[in-house]
């Protein structure tokens, strides 16, 4: 007569219930958390480095992470390819650079850098996360729902950052660690 309703998990410390939370789901046991602080999951950390990316646009070594990262997954060979034929790695100006894989990764990053200039950065972050298929990434991950609740409390936040007036991209970041830090 028992169903996984009737049963609670508690422990001393939030950080405990990650494991146990893993393990009921890898054995198709629904599970819920509550009481836990938002964790950083890839979604989120990757989220984080594009926003850096993008408030910082010079930044060599953040466009590359971007670039081997979850979005575009490109690999360092391909960087190296890229330079090699010539290439850059820049988001300003993407005239006479070599077509390559990484070229189509920069010009969609650029994109979404020029889209941070004119707009407001929950629009725009709104925008990326449903071009690249984040949630539904996060949510068909382990712990899928928690994982695309966190990241739908990220967005929240930086559209409640937008409404009280900071629509920059980097009060966009400021408020996904604000976020990332409330208990």
């Known amino acids: 007569d028992r169903k996984p309703g009737d049963f609670l998990i508690l422990t001393k410390?939030?950080?405990?219930?990650?494991?146990?939370a893993?393990?009921?789901?890898?054995?198709?046991?629904p599970v819920a958390l509550s009481g836990v602080a938002v964790g950083q999951e890839e979604e989120i950390s990757e989220l984080m480095c594009l926003l850096e990316c993008l408030a910082d646009p010079t930044d060599s070594v953040k466009l590359a992470s971007?670039?081997?990262?979850?979005?575009?997954?490109?690999?360092?060979?391909?960087?190296?390819?890229?330079r090699v034929k010539g290439g850059r790695f820049t988001l300003a100006s993407l005239h006479g650079?070599?077509?390559?894989?990484?070229?189509?990764?920069?010009?969609?990053?650029?994109?979404?850098?020029e889209a941070t200039r004119r707009m407001p950065a929950?629009?725009?972050?709104?925008?990326?996360?449903?071009?690249?298929?984040l949630l539904p990434h996060a949510a068909s991950g382990p712990l899928g729902q928690i994982r695309a609740c966190a990241l739908?409390?990220?967005?929240?936040?930086v559209?409640?950052?937008t409404l009280e007036g900071n629509t920059s991209i980097a009060g966009a970041l400021e408020a996904v660690r604000l976020a990332l830090d409330a208990k």
Do not use: C, K, M
């Not at 410390?13 to 146990?20: F, H, Q, S, V």
């Not at 081997?68 to 360092?76: P, Y």
């Open 13 to 20: 410390y939030r950080r405990d219930l990650e494991p146990y």
């Open 22 to 29: 893993r393990e009921l789901e890898a054995r198709g046991l």
């Open 66 to 82: 971007v670039l081997v990262g979850l979005f575009f997954g490109l690999d360092f060979d391909q960087l190296l390819d890229h």
């Open 97 to 113: 650079q070599p077509e390559t894989d990484v070229t189509q990764a920069l010009r969609r990053l650029n994109r979404w850098w």
């Open 122 to 133: 929950d629009g725009v972050l709104a925008r990326i996360v449903d071009e690249i298929g």
């Open 152 to 157: 739908l409390y990220v967005l929240d936040a």
């Open 159 to 161: 559209a409640s950052s």
